[in-house]
């Protein structure tokens, strides 16, 4: 399994940018498939993006069109370009790294501690 760092959020203007950063450690960074998720105070963790192993994307409607994942295996890292923020943005931003989904289930998958984004209106 690899270990995952969140970095990138902050507090920013609605309309404002950001660009976390998901580094990896500890194993081959290129066989895992990273997701993006986040989650509100009071609601459900909910995934935004995901890329797969090979860079096919995948975004959540609320999402798209605004944010953009990317992925650098020379440097071990995911990115989440956020752009457009909007205050039901807020919210901590986890990133979640696996090898395989086999049925529901997520095989070797790590977490990162998570990074906070606050989008002020």
């Known amino acids: 399994q690899v270990q995952l760092v969140e970095s990138g959020g902050g507090l920013v203007q609605a309309g404002g940018s950001l660009r976390l950063s998901c580094v990896a450690s500890?194993?081959?960074?290129?066989?895992?498939?990273i997701d993006w998720y986040r989650q509100a105070p009071g609601k459900q963790r909910e995934m935004v993006a995901a890329?797969?192993?090979?860079?096919?994307?995948n975004y959540a409607d609320s999402v798209k069109g605004r944010f953009t994942i990317s992925r650098d295996n020379a440097k071990n890292t995911v990115y989440l370009q956020m752009n457009s923020l909007k205050p039901e943005d807020t919210a901590i931003y986890y990133c979640n790294a696996y090898t395989a989904v086999v049925g529901s289930i997520k095989v070797r998958s790590s977490w990162g501690q998570g990074t906070q984004v606050t989008v002020s209106s």
């Open positions: 890329i797969t192993r090979g860079g096919n994307t």
């Open positions: 500890g194993s081959t960074f290129s066989s895992y498939a």
